[in-house]
């Protein structure tokens, strides 16, 4: 018991010590960025606001599906925020498809302003969208801390992590023109092995589970960059490639090796899901039978993984396929022919994603039942999952 418990404050005392310095790499890394401001302010402010009343309104006409959201209204907004705060203004709404609001008395909205001589000058940007969307994480986190119980909190704790690293990491690094590939890999390693150890402890299971996980998305992510090699196509016949070009004439990105990257993030969630379960049911299997061979070991983790890599590749590639859906409704709607379908970039990219993502995950069975098979013996770590 004592050395148990003595082994526990060890593992709590390394975690956390981990933890401390990648947050103060993260933090410095974060800092050291300084950005080249893009858009001119002029004096612009973004505020938020509430409707007090509908002046005069021009709805358009529109499609059935989209009635009463194209036309222009003139509206009395009350500043709840910034620095004109309590302010009652008259407001200019274009109401479109992607800017303004089918404004209501009440609607909350977020107002551009400007000042110039002392008169301000209103339009509606938007609706005010951060209330709806802090609830929505919310619940998706109480739901996950309530069924998920402790290993719920720990889940939580890891998305956490995974968005700090790669808001105050990833990002950063691309922005200073880091090698998109090699920072992607590392980001990798990173969220795996935080997040699983999080999940599944100190144990024999979870290494076997990261080293699969890294090694089924590095493999996709080289898949993915060799047949965008014999396939032509790169980051810079994305959509926001326009974008993305003067976002990198003001900064270091490089943007041919974006696509790739984005794979092996996209793929990662769903590889980190199909080892972390074969790399558990090898573990138990081992406890139950310690005297089972290496090579019925290796079996029953392929065993396993075949009914797995039915679901979590059609998870990966449904995942895909929404994301896509606009596209794949326009080239149906058009009825391309099929040289100039099976040849456009959007379609390309698509297959490029969907493909290589899934067949990390194919692969990611075979790497972790071979190094479960070899690494894998009866051990009491396993034990103090018991009590999580």
Not at 4 to 12: S, W
Request: positive net charge; glycine residues 12%.
């Amino acid at each position: 018991m004592d050395k148990n418990k003595g082994r526990r404050v060890r593992e709590v005392v390394f975690t956390a010590a981990g933890f401390v310095i990648l947050m103060a790499i993260i933090w410095y890394i974060s800092g050291s960025v300084k950005k080249t401001p893009l858009l001119s302010e002029d004096g612009m402010e973004y505020v938020k606001g509430t409707v007090t009343e509908i002046i005069k309104g021009n709805k358009g006409n529109g499609s059935s599906s989209a009635a009463g959201m194209a036309g222009s209204q003139d509206v009395k907004v009350k500043i709840t925020s910034g620095s004109y705060k309590g302010k009652i203004v008259e407001a200019n709404n274009l109401n479109g498809y992607l800017y303004g609001a089918n404004c209501q008395v009440g609607t909350r909205v977020i107002l551009q302003v400007s000042a110039y001589e002392g008169n301000l000058t209103a339009n509606v940007y938007n609706y005010d969208r951060e209330y709806g969307l802090y609830a929505l994480i919310g619940l998706f986190l109480i739901v996950l801390c309530l069924i998920g119980g402790r290993r719920g909190i720990y889940s939580a704790i890891a998305l956490i992590f995974t968005f700090i690293c790669i808001i105050g990491l990833y990002l950063p690094l691309l922005y200073k023109g880091a090698s998109p590939f090699p920072v992607t890999v590392l980001t990798v390693c990173l969220i795996t092995i935080v997040s699983l150890l999080l999940i599944g402890g100190y144990t024999r299971k979870t290494v076997c589970a990261a080293a699969g996980t890294i090694m089924g998305v590095a493999v996709s992510g080289c898949i993915a960059m060799v047949f965008g090699k014999i396939t032509h196509i790169s980051g810079y016949n994305t959509e926001d490639i326009e974008n993305l070009v003067y976002v990198a004439q003001n900064c270091k990105l490089q943007i041919g090796d974006l696509l790739y990257a984005g794979i092996l993030i996209a793929s990662l969630g769903a590889v980190m899901d199909v080892a972390m379960s074969i790399s558990s049911t090898l573990q138990e299997i081992q406890d139950q039978n310690p005297g089972i061979s290496k090579k019925k070991l290796f079996r029953s983790g392929i065993h396993v993984g075949k009914d797995m890599m039915g679901t979590m590749s059609n998870t990966l590639i449904l995942a895909f396929t929404g994301s896509s859906l606009n596209t794949m409704i326009m080239i149906y709607a058009y009825a391309y022919p099929y040289n100039q379908m099976i040849n456009m970039y959007s379609l390309g990219i698509e297959i490029l994603r969907g493909i290589s993502g899934t067949i990390g995950i194919i692969l990611a069975v075979p790497f972790v039942s071979f190094i479960g098979s070899l690494y894998l013996k009866p051990s009491q770590t396993i034990k103090e999952e018991e009590s999580l």
